[in-house]
């Protein structure tokens, strides 16, 4: 089993910044493909960015690409999201999740962590 902790989250206004970590244990993490995701009040889950095991591939959603930027320390078993230039939009509840590389489904995931965006 691998757990997985978010938090960073917060509030903040339009433009700002914010810093999103997920802490993982249990499992050999950098065999592990991390990615986030989020889901606003009333919508789907919806994928936010992924990075591999050693961190030499990110993929982003077009939403967040130039903005975010997705990242991961295996030595401390956490990835991180750095938010930047955030938007009202961008609310939601942000959830860490893990697969075994490149397999179909995302295995594990967090608890989520609350992002508000103000205008």
């Known amino acids: 089993q691998m757990q997985l902790v978010e938090s960073g989250g917060g509030l903040v206004q339009a433009g700002g910044s914010l810093r999103l970590s997920c802490a993982a244990s249990?499992?050999?993490?950098?065999?592990?493909?991390m990615a986030w995701f989020r889901q606003a009040p009333g919508k789907e889950r919806e994928f936010v960015s992924l990075?591999?095991?050693?961190?030499?591939?990110?993929y982003y959603a077009d939403s967040v690409k130039g903005r975010f930027t997705i990242s991961r320390d295996n030595a401390k078993n956490t990835v991180y999201l750095q938010m930047n230039s955030l938007k009202p939009e961008d609310t939601a509840v942000y959830y860490c999740?893990?697969?075994?590389?490149?397999?179909?489904?995302?295995?594990?995931w967090g608890q989520g962590t609350q992002v508000t965006v103000s205008s």
């Open positions: 999740a893990a697969r075994f590389t490149s397999a179909p489904r995302y295995e594990y």
């Open positions: 249990g499992r050999t993490f950098g065999s592990y493909d």
């Open positions: 990075i591999n095991g050693n961190g030499g591939i990110t």
